[in-house]
Protein backbone atom coordinates (compact mmCIF):
# COMPACT_ATOMS: atom_id res chain seq x y z
CA UNK A 1 0.00 0.00 0.00
CA UNK A 2 1.62 3.29 -0.44
CA UNK A 3 1.73 6.32 1.96
CA UNK A 4 1.59 9.51 2.56
CA UNK A 5 2.90 12.03 5.24
CA UNK A 6 1.92 15.68 6.10
CA UNK A 7 3.38 18.47 5.16
CA UNK A 8 3.07 20.39 8.62
CA UNK A 9 6.45 21.88 9.33
CA UNK A 10 6.24 21.89 12.76
CA UNK A 11 5.56 17.82 12.77
CA UNK A 12 8.22 15.39 12.05
CA UNK A 13 5.69 14.22 9.51
CA UNK A 14 5.35 10.36 9.75
CA UNK A 15 4.77 8.21 6.71
CA UNK A 16 0.98 6.54 6.79
CA UNK A 17 -1.24 4.37 4.65
CA UNK A 18 -2.56 6.56 1.67
CA UNK A 19 -6.33 6.17 3.22
CA UNK A 20 -5.37 8.16 6.30
CA UNK A 21 -7.19 11.70 6.49
CA UNK A 22 -5.18 13.11 8.96
CA UNK A 23 -1.86 12.91 10.61
CA UNK A 24 -2.14 10.84 13.83
CA UNK A 25 0.59 12.93 15.08
CA UNK A 26 -0.19 16.33 14.54
CA UNK A 27 -3.72 16.01 13.46
CA UNK A 28 -2.78 18.18 10.22
CA UNK A 29 -5.37 16.98 6.99
CA UNK A 30 -2.85 15.12 4.62
CA UNK A 31 -2.92 17.08 1.57
CA UNK A 32 -1.95 16.21 -2.38
CA UNK A 33 -0.14 19.76 -3.74
CA UNK A 34 -1.92 20.76 -6.43
CA UNK A 35 -3.86 17.70 -6.96
CA UNK A 36 -0.45 15.58 -7.96
CA UNK A 37 2.48 16.30 -6.03
CA UNK A 38 1.58 13.41 -3.56
CA UNK A 39 4.34 13.64 -0.55
CA UNK A 40 5.45 10.04 0.89
CA UNK A 41 8.33 10.74 2.94
CA UNK A 42 10.67 13.19 4.78
CA UNK A 43 14.10 13.63 3.50
CA UNK A 44 15.14 16.40 5.66
CA UNK A 45 15.13 19.94 6.85
CA UNK A 46 16.66 22.99 8.34
CA UNK A 47 15.84 26.29 9.67
CA UNK A 48 13.86 27.42 6.57
CA UNK A 49 12.27 24.36 5.16
CA UNK A 50 12.03 21.28 4.42
CA UNK A 51 12.54 18.80 1.70
CA UNK A 52 10.18 15.55 1.11
CA UNK A 53 10.35 12.47 -1.51
CA UNK A 54 7.39 12.79 -3.38
CA UNK A 55 5.49 11.44 -6.86
CA UNK A 56 4.22 13.58 -9.39
CA UNK A 57 0.58 11.74 -10.27
CA UNK A 58 0.37 13.59 -13.02
CA UNK A 59 3.75 12.05 -14.46
CA UNK A 60 2.46 8.07 -13.66
CA UNK A 61 3.76 8.48 -10.66
CA UNK A 62 7.27 9.78 -11.51
CA UNK A 63 9.38 10.35 -7.98
CA UNK A 64 10.19 14.23 -7.41
CA UNK A 65 11.38 16.28 -4.77
CA UNK A 66 9.35 18.67 -2.92
CA UNK A 67 11.48 21.66 -0.90
CA UNK A 68 9.05 23.35 1.11
CA UNK A 69 10.26 27.16 2.50
CA UNK A 70 8.47 27.37 6.40
CA UNK A 71 11.30 29.01 8.33
CA UNK A 72 11.31 28.85 12.43
CA UNK A 73 12.65 32.31 13.14
CA UNK A 74 10.92 35.33 14.50
CA UNK A 75 13.65 37.97 12.75
CA UNK A 76 12.43 40.28 9.85
CA UNK A 77 15.72 40.30 8.13
CA UNK A 78 16.75 36.31 8.09
CA UNK A 79 13.23 35.91 6.85
CA UNK A 80 13.25 38.24 4.16
CA UNK A 81 16.81 37.31 3.19
CA UNK A 82 15.84 33.05 3.59
CA UNK A 83 12.47 34.04 1.35
CA UNK A 84 14.98 36.11 -1.65
CA UNK A 85 16.76 32.81 -1.66
CA UNK A 86 14.30 30.37 -1.83
CA UNK A 87 12.81 32.31 -5.04
CA UNK A 88 16.38 32.85 -6.28
CA UNK A 89 16.89 29.17 -6.44
CA UNK A 90 13.89 28.98 -8.24
CA UNK A 91 15.21 31.41 -10.81
CA UNK A 92 18.38 29.90 -10.88
CA UNK A 93 17.40 26.16 -11.81
CA UNK A 94 14.85 27.55 -14.25
CA UNK A 95 18.01 29.20 -15.94
CA UNK A 96 20.40 26.41 -15.44
CA UNK A 97 20.14 23.94 -18.03
CA UNK A 98 22.46 20.81 -17.37
CA UNK A 99 22.15 17.35 -17.36
CA UNK A 100 23.87 17.28 -14.42
CA UNK A 101 21.79 19.33 -12.31
CA UNK A 102 18.23 18.43 -11.08
CA UNK A 103 15.64 20.43 -13.15
CA UNK A 104 13.12 23.00 -11.80
CA UNK A 105 9.41 21.26 -12.66
CA UNK A 106 7.25 23.49 -10.18
CA UNK A 107 7.55 26.64 -7.84
CA UNK A 108 4.11 27.91 -6.30
CA UNK A 109 2.52 29.35 -3.03
CA UNK A 110 0.01 27.45 -1.29
CA UNK A 111 -1.30 26.82 2.05
CA UNK A 112 0.85 30.16 3.22
CA UNK A 113 4.15 28.35 2.47
CA UNK A 114 6.36 28.36 -0.99
CA UNK A 115 6.83 25.27 -2.21
CA UNK A 116 9.38 24.11 -5.20
CA UNK A 117 8.96 21.09 -7.29
CA UNK A 118 12.37 19.51 -8.53
CA UNK A 119 13.99 15.99 -9.97
CA UNK A 120 14.65 13.72 -7.92
CA UNK A 121 18.17 12.01 -8.21
CA UNK A 122 18.36 8.47 -7.12
CA UNK A 123 21.50 8.12 -5.06
CA UNK A 124 23.31 9.57 -2.30
CA UNK A 125 25.05 12.54 -1.16
CA UNK A 126 29.14 12.24 -1.25
CA UNK A 127 29.35 12.91 2.67
CA UNK A 128 27.27 9.44 2.67
CA UNK A 129 29.45 7.60 0.33
CA UNK A 130 32.49 8.65 2.41
CA UNK A 131 31.08 7.76 5.48
CA UNK A 132 30.12 4.25 4.03
CA UNK A 133 32.91 3.29 1.76
CA UNK A 134 35.74 5.34 3.69
CA UNK A 135 38.44 8.13 2.35
CA UNK A 136 38.66 8.70 -1.63
CA UNK A 137 42.04 7.81 -3.21
CA UNK A 138 43.63 9.41 -6.11
CA UNK A 139 41.41 7.95 -8.69
CA UNK A 140 38.39 8.68 -7.77
CA UNK A 141 39.56 12.48 -6.50
CA UNK A 142 40.23 13.00 -10.21
CA UNK A 143 37.25 11.45 -11.84
CA UNK A 144 35.26 13.69 -9.27
CA UNK A 145 36.93 16.84 -10.64
CA UNK A 146 36.69 15.41 -13.94
CA UNK A 147 32.35 14.82 -13.72
CA UNK A 148 31.88 18.30 -11.73
CA UNK A 149 33.91 20.59 -13.83
CA UNK A 150 32.64 20.77 -16.56
CA UNK A 151 28.87 21.57 -14.67
CA UNK A 152 30.51 24.60 -12.59
CA UNK A 153 32.03 25.69 -15.86
CA UNK A 154 28.14 26.07 -17.15
CA UNK A 155 27.36 27.84 -13.96
CA UNK A 156 29.74 29.78 -14.17
CA UNK A 157 29.13 30.95 -17.62
CA UNK A 158 25.72 32.43 -16.75
CA UNK A 159 27.40 34.61 -13.86
CA UNK A 160 26.25 32.23 -11.03
CA UNK A 161 28.52 31.67 -7.90
CA UNK A 162 27.02 28.62 -6.07
CA UNK A 163 28.57 29.45 -2.91
CA UNK A 164 28.23 26.37 -1.04
CA UNK A 165 29.85 23.54 -2.26
CA UNK A 166 30.46 20.64 -0.12
CA UNK A 167 29.88 16.66 -0.12
CA UNK A 168 26.39 16.93 1.19
CA UNK A 169 25.46 19.54 -2.38
CA UNK A 170 27.31 16.58 -4.70
CA UNK A 171 24.96 13.82 -5.30
CA UNK A 172 26.10 10.33 -7.05
CA UNK A 173 23.22 8.97 -8.83
CA UNK A 174 23.01 4.97 -8.27
CA UNK A 175 22.27 4.09 -12.00
CA UNK A 176 25.32 5.35 -13.21
CA UNK A 177 27.63 7.09 -10.96
CA UNK A 178 27.27 10.77 -12.44
CA UNK A 179 27.90 13.67 -9.96
CA UNK A 180 24.99 15.76 -9.65
CA UNK A 181 25.50 19.37 -8.34
CA UNK A 182 22.44 20.41 -5.70
CA UNK A 183 21.12 23.26 -3.73
CA UNK A 184 21.12 26.11 -5.44
CA UNK A 185 19.68 28.69 -2.37
CA UNK A 186 23.26 29.90 -1.58
CA UNK A 187 23.39 30.86 -4.94
CA UNK A 188 24.43 34.76 -6.06
CA UNK A 189 25.30 36.82 -9.57
CA UNK A 190 28.50 38.02 -9.81
CA UNK A 191 27.09 41.71 -9.44
CA UNK A 192 26.13 42.92 -6.07
CA UNK A 193 26.77 42.86 -2.57
CA UNK A 194 25.40 41.07 0.34
CA UNK A 195 23.80 43.06 3.40
CA UNK A 196 27.68 43.48 5.63
CA UNK A 197 27.63 40.44 8.42
CA UNK A 198 26.00 38.09 5.96
CA UNK A 199 28.07 35.16 5.21
CA UNK A 200 26.43 32.87 2.86
CA UNK A 201 28.37 29.27 2.20
CA UNK A 202 28.98 26.80 4.85
CA UNK A 203 32.20 27.24 7.59
CA UNK A 204 35.33 25.47 6.75
CA UNK A 205 34.31 25.18 2.52
CA UNK A 206 33.98 29.10 2.39
CA UNK A 207 36.61 31.01 0.52
CA UNK A 208 37.87 33.90 2.59
CA UNK A 209 36.62 36.68 0.60
CA UNK A 210 33.11 34.71 1.27
CA UNK A 211 33.78 34.57 5.17
CA UNK A 212 34.81 38.60 4.72
CA UNK A 213 31.09 38.80 3.06
CA UNK A 214 33.57 40.58 0.04
CA UNK A 215 33.07 40.17 -3.87
CA UNK A 216 32.69 36.66 -4.74
CA UNK A 217 33.96 34.93 -8.12
CA UNK A 218 34.79 31.35 -9.54
CA UNK A 219 37.79 31.28 -8.07
CA UNK A 220 35.67 31.22 -4.54
CA UNK A 221 33.55 28.09 -5.86
CA UNK A 222 36.64 26.29 -6.83
CA UNK A 223 38.29 26.84 -3.45
CA UNK A 224 35.15 25.18 -1.82
CA UNK A 225 35.68 22.32 -4.20
CA UNK A 226 39.30 21.90 -3.51
CA UNK A 227 38.19 21.90 0.28
CA UNK A 228 35.45 19.74 -0.55
CA UNK A 229 38.27 17.17 -2.12
CA UNK A 230 40.26 17.56 1.37
CA UNK A 231 37.43 16.44 3.30
CA UNK A 232 36.63 13.41 0.76
CA UNK A 233 40.42 12.82 0.81
CA UNK A 234 41.14 12.73 4.52
CA UNK A 235 37.69 11.84 6.56
CA UNK A 236 38.64 15.53 7.94
CA UNK A 237 35.60 17.93 8.01
CA UNK A 238 37.03 21.39 6.84
CA UNK A 239 35.34 23.13 10.13
CA UNK A 240 37.31 20.88 12.52
CA UNK A 241 40.66 22.39 11.38
CA UNK A 242 39.23 26.23 10.79
CA UNK A 243 37.60 26.60 14.15
CA UNK A 244 41.21 26.30 15.70
CA UNK A 245 43.71 27.10 13.05
CA UNK A 246 41.89 29.12 10.50
CA UNK A 247 42.66 29.24 7.20
CA UNK A 248 46.93 27.88 7.93
CA UNK A 249 45.77 24.48 7.55
CA UNK A 250 45.57 24.99 3.88
CA UNK A 251 48.86 25.73 3.78
CA UNK A 252 49.95 21.98 5.25
CA UNK A 253 46.91 20.00 4.22
CA UNK A 254 48.59 16.65 2.52
CA UNK A 255 49.87 16.37 6.66
CA UNK A 256 46.15 15.47 7.26
CA UNK A 257 46.22 12.35 4.70
CA UNK A 258 46.22 8.85 5.61
CA UNK A 259 47.62 8.03 1.88
CA UNK A 260 49.71 8.81 -1.12
CA UNK A 261 48.22 11.29 -3.33
CA UNK A 262 50.53 12.19 -6.74
CA UNK A 263 52.24 14.90 -7.37
CA UNK A 264 50.36 16.49 -10.20
CA UNK A 265 47.28 16.04 -8.11
CA UNK A 266 48.66 17.68 -5.01
CA UNK A 267 49.75 20.79 -7.03
CA UNK A 268 46.32 21.08 -8.38
CA UNK A 269 44.81 20.92 -4.97
CA UNK A 270 47.63 23.48 -3.53
CA UNK A 271 46.04 25.67 -5.66
CA UNK A 272 42.81 25.13 -5.33
CA UNK A 273 43.34 25.86 -1.86
CA UNK A 274 45.28 29.06 -1.88
CA UNK A 275 43.93 31.50 0.36
CA UNK A 276 43.47 34.54 -1.73
CA UNK A 277 41.64 34.14 -4.82
CA UNK A 278 43.75 35.39 -7.25
CA UNK A 279 46.36 33.12 -6.78
CA UNK A 280 43.94 30.13 -7.69
CA UNK A 281 42.92 29.04 -10.73
CA UNK A 282 40.35 31.69 -12.38
CA UNK A 283 38.08 29.20 -14.20
CA UNK A 284 37.19 25.73 -14.24
CA UNK A 285 38.44 25.33 -17.61
CA UNK A 286 41.89 26.20 -16.32
CA UNK A 287 41.50 23.01 -13.99
CA UNK A 288 40.61 20.52 -16.28
CA UNK A 289 43.59 21.79 -18.55
CA UNK A 290 45.67 21.04 -15.25
CA UNK A 291 44.23 17.43 -15.23
CA UNK A 292 45.31 16.59 -18.55
CA UNK A 293 48.66 18.86 -17.97
CA UNK A 294 50.96 18.85 -15.23
CA UNK A 295 51.45 22.29 -13.68
CA UNK A 296 53.77 23.23 -11.45
CA UNK A 297 52.15 25.57 -8.45
CA UNK A 298 52.56 29.10 -8.30
CA UNK A 299 53.26 28.60 -4.52
CA UNK A 300 54.99 25.77 -2.68
CA UNK A 301 53.79 24.99 0.78
CA UNK A 302 56.77 25.41 3.30
CA UNK A 303 56.17 21.49 4.27
CA UNK A 304 56.83 20.78 0.11
CA UNK A 305 59.22 23.67 -0.47
CA UNK A 306 62.05 22.04 0.44
CA UNK A 307 61.50 18.36 -1.20
CA UNK A 308 60.21 20.57 -4.55
CA UNK A 309 63.45 22.39 -4.38
CA UNK A 310 65.42 19.44 -4.61
CA UNK A 311 63.83 17.65 -7.41
CA UNK A 312 64.05 20.87 -9.73
CA UNK A 313 67.65 22.05 -8.57
CA UNK A 314 69.26 21.89 -12.49
CA UNK A 315 72.48 19.47 -12.11
CA UNK A 316 75.80 20.01 -12.87
CA UNK A 317 77.11 20.11 -16.35
CA UNK A 318 78.93 17.65 -17.92
CA UNK A 319 82.47 18.69 -18.21
CA UNK A 320 82.69 20.33 -14.72
CA UNK A 321 82.06 16.46 -13.12
CA UNK A 322 84.49 15.17 -15.57
CA UNK A 323 87.20 17.71 -14.32
CA UNK A 324 86.51 17.14 -11.35
CA UNK A 325 86.30 13.11 -11.67
CA UNK A 326 89.93 13.30 -13.39
CA UNK A 327 91.49 15.44 -10.73
CA UNK A 328 90.51 13.18 -8.02
CA UNK A 329 91.85 10.12 -10.15
CA UNK A 330 95.63 12.10 -10.75
CA UNK A 331 95.69 12.26 -6.40
CA UNK A 332 95.13 9.13 -6.19
CA UNK A 333 97.28 7.07 -8.59
CA UNK A 334 94.24 5.46 -10.14
CA UNK A 335 94.77 6.68 -13.10
CA UNK A 336 98.08 5.55 -14.04
CA UNK A 337 97.26 2.14 -12.73
CA UNK A 338 93.75 2.30 -15.29
CA UNK A 339 96.09 3.10 -18.05
CA UNK A 340 98.30 0.18 -16.74
CA UNK A 341 95.31 -2.02 -16.78
CA UNK A 342 94.28 -1.10 -20.58
CA UNK A 343 97.37 -2.84 -22.23
CA UNK A 344 97.02 -5.73 -20.03
CA UNK A 345 95.01 -8.46 -21.49
CA UNK A 346 91.56 -8.39 -20.91
CA UNK A 347 91.35 -11.85 -18.98
CA UNK A 348 93.20 -10.37 -16.63
CA UNK A 349 90.76 -7.91 -14.99
CA UNK A 350 88.86 -8.89 -11.78
CA UNK A 351 85.61 -7.15 -12.22
CA UNK A 352 84.75 -5.04 -8.85
CA UNK A 353 81.53 -5.19 -7.02
CA UNK A 354 79.07 -2.77 -8.32
CA UNK A 355 77.51 -0.28 -5.34
CA UNK A 356 73.92 0.34 -4.21
CA UNK A 357 71.90 1.88 -6.87
CA UNK A 358 70.69 5.37 -5.21
CA UNK A 359 66.68 5.27 -4.47
CA UNK A 360 65.06 8.02 -6.35
CA UNK A 361 63.66 10.84 -4.15
CA UNK A 362 59.92 11.27 -3.80
CA UNK A 363 57.34 14.32 -3.73
CA UNK A 364 56.14 15.37 -0.17
CA UNK A 365 52.83 13.58 -1.58
CA UNK A 366 54.11 10.17 -2.89
CA UNK A 367 55.84 10.01 0.35
CA UNK A 368 52.78 9.71 2.28
CA UNK A 369 51.97 6.19 4.00
CA UNK A 370 50.06 4.46 1.25
CA UNK A 371 46.52 2.71 2.09
CA UNK A 372 45.88 -0.33 4.16
Known amino acids: MSQICCLNPDCHNPPVPNTTKFCPNCGVPLIILRNHYHPIKPLGGGGFGKTYLAEDIDKLNEKCVIKQFAPQTQNTYALNKAKELFAEEARRLKDLKHPQIPQLQAYFDENDC ?26 KIRELLLDLLPVLKIVHSQNIIHRDIKPENIMRRQSDGKLF ?5 ASKQLQGTMRPGTVIGSFGYASLEQME ?4 YPASDLFSLGASCFHLMSGIHPWNLWKTQ ?9 KHLQQSVSLELGQILDKLLQLEYQDRYQSADSVLLALQKPQVPSRVPPQNSQ ?33 KIQREPLSTITPSTPSATPQPTTSLYESLPAPE
Not at 246 to 254: A, D, I, L, Q
Open 114 to 139: LYLIQEFIDGENLLIELANKGNFNDR
Open 181 to 185: LIDFG
Open 213 to 216: DRQV
Open 246 to 254: GYSWVKEWP
Open 307 to 339: TLQNSQTPKPKLIPQLLILLGVLLGSGWLGYWL
